[in-house]
């Protein structure tokens, strides 16, 4: 790959604008991860065309063929990981340990997906049990790729989150237009490149880099494509939902996600979790817990266990080993979570620690007594600093936990077998995890949220089914 090419209908080409391009930088210090070429709306026409070729040609390629070449994208990722999480945490400010852990994720999601888009299996339809049918016809359904896939991603995870729409849907037998987040182009391009590598036919894959409202709405409310896989912020979700049109859509969006702590819970264990949970990416992770809800029996016991945990965390330069959290992606999203915790300060919280800024980088944050009604808990921070406010019995534990526009992940921390079978029932959220905070995933799960966190579900499996149609086919034996 020449950096500064556009991969355009699985060819690296040259922009058809006016030869833009733009230097990706470290958030961390300012160096310089690379270059791109930047993308204009005449690239976007040329991708739907060659998606349009490329989807023709894929669907018909039997899915052992699909097969062999996607395995040979997940070695390649394998053989490429080292230097894909440089690539990660150069652009991202994410340190180097994490970046590796995204990286060395990619091979095995890519095979997942794989074995996923060798699976799509149909019915066959009881037609003769619909009074007035006889037995001479025969029903079943044959599930079909949707023909051209956009792809819209951000800039938390740039290698699983960029898998995770483009494995299944290349599995399924789609074209995919690729539109990575702005900031985290080069990792989006390093991982294309297996795919094209591996010998992805002419016309199956594009990546467009550049404004997300430019090259995002003309791709989105194009006709031809058929499928929209988004995720980043609810308001950009919000928007795109509004202009699609007809389509299929997931949207995987924000959210401020709860942790409940009951008076029964192991507290050095929960907060052990929340010291992870709250911090990894710099707390820049959908399923990062936000808020957790203590019962005030336990409120100080749980503060006293957490506070110097998170006082252990490591800020400073991402590609060292020894940092144990990087940048925020950039200065100003910096300022504005420096911004939110002092604002929760002045409003009658306690900033037990953390919440200084340098650059882009904000210490690590536990903010106590916090009001579950207040902007700090109910917008989404995205940034490294816990929340704890209390609730005096489980069904007001529960109602806070719910009680924001989000639902994407939760946990609860219990001893008590029957209090988390009703947790698990009763939070609305698209992952529950009991005696573990919400910052968990194996890439094979169903993986969505509810509510204002949006539709749809991730996971190969998952993903597979919503980036492919089903047709119900009849077979009339006698024509009347
Ligand atoms: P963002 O919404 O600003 O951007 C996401 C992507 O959308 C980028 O590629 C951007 O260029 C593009 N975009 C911007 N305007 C667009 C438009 N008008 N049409 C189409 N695309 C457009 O989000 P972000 O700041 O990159 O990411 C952070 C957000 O993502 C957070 O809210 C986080 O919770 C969310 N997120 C959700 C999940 C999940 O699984 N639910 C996972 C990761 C991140």
Request: glycine residues 10%.
């Amino acid at each position: 790959m020449a950096s500064v090419e556009l991969l355009i209908g699985s060819r690296w080409q040259a922009a058809k604008g006016d030869g833009q391009t733009r230097e990706v930088t470290s958030p961390f210090d300012g160096s310089t991860a690379g270059t791109v070429a930047l993308a204009g709306t005449d690239d976007v026409e040329t991708a739907l065309v060659e998606a349009e070729h490329g989807a023709a040609i894929w669907r018909r390629t039997p899915a052992h063929e699909r097969m062999r070449i996607l395995l040979r994208a997940a070695e390649l990722a394998d053989e490429r990981a080292p230097k894909i999480a440089q690539t990660i945490s150069a652009e991202s400010g994410k340190t180097i340990t994490e970046a590796t852990g995204e990286a060395s994720r990619s091979g095995d999601l890519i095979r997942l997906a794989t074995f996923e888009g060798t699976q799509l299996y149909g019915e066959t339809l009881p037609l003769d049990a619909n009074r007035g049918t006889g037995q001479d016809k025969v029903g079943f359904t044959l599930r079909q790729p949707c023909g051209i896939v956009v792809a819209i991603t951000p800039f938390n995870y740039p290698a699983l989150l960029v898998l995770h729409k483009l494995a299944p849907a290349l599995a399924a037998g789609n074209a995919v237009i690729l539109k990575p987040a702005t900031s985290t182009p080069l990792t989006a391009l390093a991982l294309a490149e297996c795919f094209v590598d591996a010998g992805l036919p002419d016309g199956v894959l594009s990546v467009l880099v550049g404004s997300g409202s430019v090259l995002g709405d003309a791709l989105v409310t194009d006709p031809r494509v058929r499928k929209i896989s988004f995720t980043g912020s609810t308001a950009t979700g919000e928007h795109i939902s509004r202009v699609a049109g007809v389509k299929k859509l997931s949207l995987e969006l924000g959210a401020s996600c709860p942790v409940v702590v009951l008076p029964d819970a192991d507290i050095e264990a929960a907060a052990s979790a929340v010291a992870a949970g709250g911090y990894v990416n710099a707390g820049q992770v959908c399923i990062s817990v936000q808020r957790v809800i203590t019962h005030p029996a336990v409120t100080g016991d749980f503060l006293d266990a957490l506070v110097p945990k998170v006082r252990n965390i490591r800020t400073g330069d991402p590609s060292s080993p020894d940092t144990t959290m990087g940048a925020l992606i950039t200065a100003e999203e910096a300022e504005r979570v420096e911004r939110a915790i002092a604002r929760a300060g002045a409003d009658g919280a306690r900033v037990l620690i953390g919440g200084e800024r340098d650059g882009a980088v904000v210490q690590p944050a536990v903010v106590a007594d916090v009001d579950p009604q207040s902007p700090f808990s109910q917008q989404e921070l995205f940034g490294p600093a816990v929340a704890v406010s209390s609730a005096d019995d489980w069904e007001s534990a529960i109602a806070q936990a719910n009680g924001t526009a989000y639902g994407l992940g939760a946990g609860i921390f219990t001893s008590d077998i029957a209090g988390a079978v009703q947790a698990i029932r009763e939070i609305d959220a698209g992952s529950v995890h009991i005696n573990w905070t919400p910052l968990w995933r194996a890439d094979l799960m169903p993986y969505g949220g509810l509510k204002g966190s949006g539709y749809g579900k991730e996971g190969p499996r998952a993903a597979v089914s919503e980036m492919t149609e089903v047709k119900t086919i009849v077979l009339h034996g006698r024509p009347w």
